[in-house]
């Protein structure tokens, strides 16, 4: 059973910065592979980033490319997302994922891998 918990979320103006953080409990974090998903009012959850394992390799959905930077401690059992640039249509809930049956690039493909959501932490961007 794994536990994950974000934080970092709330209210900056349009061109702001916000990091993300997802705090995962129990020893197996490390063989996870970890993503970022979001939903905004009225829409499906999205894809925004996934990150392998290791860290070795990262996957970011189109929308947030250059903009958007997913990253893992595994350390500190914590993966991050650093959101510059940020967009009123940034604007959502992000919710933090874990995966043992798929892999990074998978979770970008499909949510249906993913087997543990955190309960999220709201981004609104004004503008």
């Known amino acids: 059973q794994v536990q994950l918990v974000e934080s970092g979320g709330g209210l900056v103006q349009a061109g702001g910065s916000l990091r993300l953080s997802c705090a995962a409990s129990?020893?197996?974090?490390?063989?996870?592979?970890m993503g970022w998903f979001r939903q905004a009012p009225g829409k499906e959850r999205e894809f925004v980033a996934g990150i392998s394992i290791t860290g070795g390799n990262t996957y970011h959905a189109d929308s947030v490319k250059g903009r958007f930077t997913i990253s893992r401690d595994n350390a500190k059992n914590t993966v991050y997302l650093q959101m510059n640039s940020l967009k009123p249509e940034d604007t959502a809930v992000y919710y933090c994922?874990?995966?043992?049956?798929?892999?990074?690039?998978?979770?970008?493909?499909?949510?249906?891998?993913?087997?543990?959501w955190g309960k999220g932490t709201l981004v609104t961007v004004s503008s």
């Open positions: 994922a874990a995966s043992h049956r798929t892999t990074a690039r998978g979770l970008g493909v499909s949510p249906d891998g993913v087997d543990y």
């Open positions: 129990g020893r197996t974090f490390s063989t996870y592979a």
